[in-house]
């Protein structure tokens, strides 16, 4: 899977699946304000039906991996948002 932010504030991504469909993980919130959790949306078929996909997962991961100390705050495990 390729994993480009479409925003500097890493709201908004997108992700090429091994499939060769592009799909949008968006930021959708948080549950709470304090809250370390991050709410995630996908526009893929499981995305769209409500389901946890394994496109939030890899951009999570992305995310993990791309955070310094300055863009920690985006890092955080995903939920599905509802």
């Given amino acids: 899977m390729t994993i480009e932010p479409r925003n ?10 091994d ?12 549950p709470s304000p304090d809250s370390d959790a ?3 949306d996908c ?6 039906h409500g389901r ?7 951009v999570a991961d992305w995310v993990d991996t791309h955070a310094d100390g300055a ?3 985006s890092a955080g ?3 599905r948002s509802k």
């Fill in 8 to 17: 500097k504030d890493w709201t908004e991504f997108e992700i090429a699946s």
């Fill in 19 to 30: 499939s060769g469909n592009t799909y949008t993980v968006r930021f959708a919130g948080r």
């Fill in 38 to 40: 991050r709410l995630w």
């Fill in 43 to 48: 526009d893929c078929p499981a995305g769209r």
């Fill in 52 to 58: 946890h996909c394994r496109h939030i997962d890899a």
């Fill in 71 to 73: 863009s920690a705050d």
């Fill in 77 to 79: 495990r995903p939920e």
